[in-house]
Every structure is written in C-alpha cells, then in structure tokens.
C-alpha cells in the first residue's frame, strides 16, 4: 500500500528513465497513459505518477484521472498485455495516482496500436531502431555456448585444459569428472557439443592460432603509461590465447609496476599494494565472461601510477547499470560464466563486482568507477592510492576485537562515515548496528544528526583533536538551530527543544540554552516551571 513516506520518497527524486510525473489536474487522457506505460515498459519498467507536477521542487497538485480504477486496470491490460498495478493515494493536497508498469518481457517490447514507444523529455515518441534492436537481442541464446562452425579439439591447447583440470579438482562436487579424458571433461560442461565446439571453449582454451583464425576479437591487450597524459604507451603487450592460458600472465604484468604503501602497525609494516591481486584479477573474470563477443573489438587493460581501467567492447547487458550493477548481475556469456564458477574462480555465475568493493574499502580505496561510454563499451576504473592506512588498521582492530564479520553493507556505511558523507537511508539498518557496537557515534539531533567514527578510532590514530573539533562543531550546530527556530516561532519552551533536537537528556538541551544565555542571545521569561525561552530584545 502507497504511504505518506513513500509518496515524499518519489517527490525528493528527479525525473529517470523510471520514473514519470504529470500533473494530469483536470484528467489525463487513455490514449496518452497507455503511451507513457509501453514506453516505461521498454525502458525498463517504473513508476507513473499523476497529480504531481512535472517541474522540481514536485508538488501534490491532485488529478481528476482514472476515477474508474478496475476499468482502467483491465483496458491497460488488454490493450499492452501488461499487468500495471495502479494505486489511489489522498494526499492532503490532492489525489495521486500512482501506476507501478513493470519491464518488457525478455526479448519483446510492448507495443500501442502498432507502434513502440519510448520517452524522449516531456513526451513518447516511435522507439529507435537501436533501441528495439537491443530488446529483441535480449532473447538471442547465449553466444559463448554456440558452435563455431570449423573449429575442432585440435585447435584447443592442452595446457590450458590441464590448468583448468587442476582447478576443478581444488573444488568438491567435481570428483566425477577427475577420471573423465579432455573431450569427455569437456563435453560433460558442456563446452563441446556434438561434433561443434563452442566459442566458450575456444575462449577459455583456444590456441594462439585458433583464436587468430576464428576469433581475433577475444584478444586482451595491455598498455602502461607513466604519465597520465601520454599518447604513446612505455609498454603495451597483446594476449591472444585461451584464458587458461594468460590469466596469470596478465596479472604479472600488471604486478611488474604495482607500487606498495606502507602502514606501520607498532614495530611491524604492512604493505598494500595499489593494484588488490583479488580485485584484478575478478575484474578480468567480470571482462571476459560479460564482454560482447559480436563486437570486434579487444579488451584493454591500460595501466598507470596510481590507477588502472580495463574497456570492454559492448554495453552493460540489458537491465544492469552503473547503479545497479551491485545488485543485478546478468552474464552476458553464461557458458564462459558457469566455467569460472565451476573451477572456482568466481563463487557464484556472473558475481564479483561485490568482492570488488568490499576490497577496496577495507584497503581505503576509492570505490570501483563503472561507465557506459556511448553505450559501446564498459569501463572499469580502480584507484590505486590508500587515502587513510590508519582506517585500514581500524577496521582491521575492530574485526578482531568485535568478532564480527562486516557486510559489504555495513563496509559502505564505514566509508560514507568516514569520508563525512551522508548514510543513505536504505543503509539504516546497519548504521544502527555499528552505531550499537560502539563503531560510529551520533554528533548532534534531530536536523542537526550526523555521525563520526567512534572516539576510539581517533584514540587509535592519534587525532584525538579532531573527534574533540567535531563535537564542538555540531553543538555549534544545535545553537544555531535553537536561534533559527526561535527567530520563527519567537517563543519555546524546554519541551519544544526536545522535540527540535531530538535529545533525551534535558541536562544537554539545558547546557546549550544557558551557553546562548551567557552570549546575551537569548533569555528565560516568567517562573521556571511555566516560562519560556526567546531571543534576546
């Protein structure tokens, strides 16, 4: 059921791809919201919202549409074979609607009397060709597992296929395939079929020959520049064989120039190096089983001091963004996905991006940067500098000490916190829980509320001085915020306060009411019990 917070939720948000306001006061006509529904249907699916206006800030203007919900439910239904789920809401300003249009089904996009819709500004116009090409694309099975028409075992090498063997067996639930001969191996995953043999397995165990006869695109070339600036690279060396084959190799060429930073705990020093072997290597894994192989370009490593992108050719598969791709993961070549998984080089298909994070926090790194350029390719970028080794200590300090096992979640809380950022609200939860193990402390109430790393951390590293700084800085914060109310209101009483500030202890609202007393900023009118505060005259 639609809520008063979750109406204020949509409100605060801009525009998207997901989500779409009208006014629609005096009504809205059918022909238009089926439009607006196909077209949030091929885009994904998301939220239509009428009696809203358009502009920012949004504000509840109320709308007369639809006053028929059932028939409208089923005339969208039979009109887009689509379930929209629509919802009323009486909001104090008006009645809102609220349409929930879910995504195109895989493969096909949803089309109103003939012709598919899209968005473009405030209005829905004929889909792209583009754009219908990537849906109908969604339903094409799974490149890496097709046969590639003139290739054989022959062409597939057999160190790679020993060093993927080697694998398998550091994992349980292979041993039936221990006795299994390469073919056989091979055809047991899947990765022969028939008489054909798959680009999946080309990929991962071609010969260098192989790969230049059938499938030059899956080449991975590395390039290292010194400065940042340069045009021609210091060192570039270009890997065309299976997988199997140059997984190492591509990370120790990338570990030839990973500089370490050192962190000094009492007498012993730890280094980290720019470049997590772990992250690295998960982000070729993330390369390799999601690229488009369609595409005949190569995936790029290009390596500098302090930080290192790796190019994809192809956009992030259909329905995952640089947003969401924490959460959804779709692996574009399933086969070459299952493989990984199988050997245990990824936990589970088409994951990792997780690993990715997690890494980096705990090393004080600056989070993994993904991009679509143009819609052509994907791009990766991981920062190599540690901004606060101290961090990396405290984290590591408080597992030991705590015994607790940090979520990706509570990790990101840590990061916002300790870069001063605000906690989104989907994070609550967990910064609750920190917040309850005495990890992070609450400065200040109310409007006022933000958090800090404990005392301790600042203890821990030394700058006792800025934990002292920031508390003072926020009741800094929560006088001034007792003035402004008072300069509105004009007269509160101690209650009053507790509600403004959030504060339970009246001993601390007390001891700032007195400090802005003692300034000759406010003052204390009539008898203790029954008195108010006001601004100074």
Not at 247 to 260: H, S, Y
Not at 374 to 397: C, H, I, P, S
Not at 478 to 507: A, P, W, Y
Request: charged share 25%; proline share 4%.
């Amino acid at each position: 059921m639609i809520n008063q917070q979750q109406i204020d939720a949509w409100l605060s948000r801009p525009e998207d791809e997901h989500l779409e306001f009208k006014q629609a006061k005096p009504g809205f006509p059918a022909e238009e919201l089926a439009k607006y529904c196909a077209a949030l249907a091929n885009e994904g699916g998301g939220t239509l919202i009428l009696g809203v206006t358009d502009g920012t800030p949004h504000r509840v203007v109320g709308t007369a549409a639809c006053q028929n919900l059932d028939d409208t439910k089923y005339r969208l239904a039979t009109e887009l074979h689509l379930r929209v789920g629509v919802e009323e809401y009486q909001h104090p300003n008006g009645r809102v609607l609220v349409f929930d249009v879910p995504s195109h089904p895989l493969g096909t996009p949803i089309n109103y009397k003939g012709t598919y819709w899209m968005r473009v500004g405030e209005s829905t116009v004929a889909m792209t060709d583009d754009m219908l090409r990537r849906i109908f694309a969604e339903a094409i099975k799974d490149f890496s597992a097709e046969i590639c028409p003139r290739a054989s075992l022959s062409d597939l090498h057999p160190v790679a296929i020993q060093e993927f063997r080697a694998r398998l067996r550091n994992r349980p639930g292979n041993e039936d395939l221990f006795e299994a001969s390469d073919e056989q191996l091979l055809r047991d995953l899947g990765l022969i079929k028939g008489a054909g043999i798959t680009y999946a397995a080309l990929v991962l165990f071609g010969s260098a020959q192989a790969l230049r006869w059938y499938m030059g695109q899956a080449e991975i070339v590395f390039e290292y520049r010194l400065e940042e600036d340069a045009i021609e690279y210091d060192d570039r060396r270009e890997f065309r064989e299976g997988f199997f084959l140059i997984f190492d190799k591509l990370w120790e060429t990338v570990n030839l120039r990973n500089k370490k930073y050192h962190v000094q705990d009492g007498l012993f020093i730890t280094d980290i190096p720019a470049f997590n072997e772990k992250v690295v290597r998960e982000a070729l894994l993330n390369a390799v089983s999601h690229r488009d192989y369609t595409r005949p370009g190569s995936v790029f490593i290009r390596q500098y001091a302090n930080w290192l992108e790796i190019v994809s050719p192809g956009a992030l598969p259909e329905g995952v963004t640089p947003d969401n791709i924490l959460e959804r993961q779709e692996p574009r070549n399933r086969l070459i996905a299952e493989s990984f998984a199988r050997c245990g080089l990824v936990e589970r298909a088409g994951q990792g991006f997780d690993k990715m994070y997690r890494l980096s926090i705990q090393e004080s790194k600056s989070l993994p940067e993904v991009s679509e350029p143009y819609k052509t390719e994907v791009r990766l970028v991981l920062q190599g500098t540690v901004r606060d080794a101290n961090f990396v200590r405290f984290l590591d300090k408080v597992a030991k000490q705590t015994q607790q096992r940090f979520s990706l979640a509570d990790l990101f809380v840590l990061d916002y916190v300790h870069g001063n950022q605000r906690v989104p609200d989907n994070l609550r939860t967990n910064l609750n829980r920190l917040r309850d193990l005495g990890i992070v402390e609450v400065l200040g109430y109310g409007r006022g509320t933000a958090y800090t790393l404990s005392k301790d951390y600042y203890d821990f590293t030394g700058t006792a001085g800025i934990y002292t700084r920031r508390l003072g800085l926020n009741r800094e914060q929560n006088m001034e915020l007792i003035l402004k109310h008072l300069r509105r209101v004009g007269r509160c009483g101690i209650t009053d306060f507790e509600e403004l500030l959030s504060l339970k202890n009246r001993n601390q609202i007390h001891n700032l009411l007195i400090n802005l007393k003692r300034e000759g900023k406010i003052r204390f009118v009539g008898q203790r019990k029954s008195g108010y505060w006001e601004l100074a005259r």
